[in-house]
């Protein structure tokens, strides 16, 4: 049972922004969560598949980076495990660049047009989470989406 009305008032098949914020966050205090990349740790793992959300772990190396790109209609929020991130935000009226640090998250609308790139520390990790569900999986640096999914209660 979801925890919060906010989404219903959003449209009944996504969360808000908030809504996955507090998602993210818990998420990433599961203590087993970086044993979901043991298998293969260059490829994005979904780590919780549900009705309203995905959530997805994505490996970097050093120095990649996304292409910009906007979210195709879904609302999400990511999560800086490890690494240090550059994000170039672009709107309408401007380019902005900020660095997200490990423990950071930021939640976005569809709009939101972003690059991230990593800029410090050796592989680092990032926690997505999009709504509604993108079981083709998030955007991601140079590498393919598997589709190997550990479903965990939310």
């Known amino acids: 049972m979801l925890s919060h009305l906010e989404p219903y008032l959003l449209a009944p098949s996504a969360l808000t922004p908030t809504a996955l914020l507090e998602r993210a966050a818990l998420i990433a205090e599961t203590p087993s ?13 979904r780590v919780r598949h549900t009705p309203l959300y995905d959530a997805w772990l994505l490996p970097w190396q050093p120095g990649t ?25 672009a709107s309408s009226s401007a380019v902005r660049e900020r660095l997200v640090l490990p423990g950071e998250r930021v939640a976005f609308r569809p709009e939101y047009t972003h690059r991230l790139a990593v800029v410090a520390g050796g592989p680092a990790v990032t926690l997505h989470l999009s709504s509604p569900p993108r079981p083709s999986g998030p955007c991601t640096p140079a590498f393919a989406v598997t589709d190997r999914t550990l479903v965990t209660t939310a």
Not at 33 to 45: G, I, K, Q
Not at 65 to 89: K, N, P, Q, W
């Open 33 to 45: 969560l970086l044993d979901a990349l043991a298998a293969d740790p260059t490829r994005p793992v």
């Open 65 to 89: 980076a996304t292409e910009l790109h906007a979210h195709d209609g879904a609302h999400g929020a990511y999560a800086a495990i490890s690494g240090v991130f550059r994000e170039t935000i």
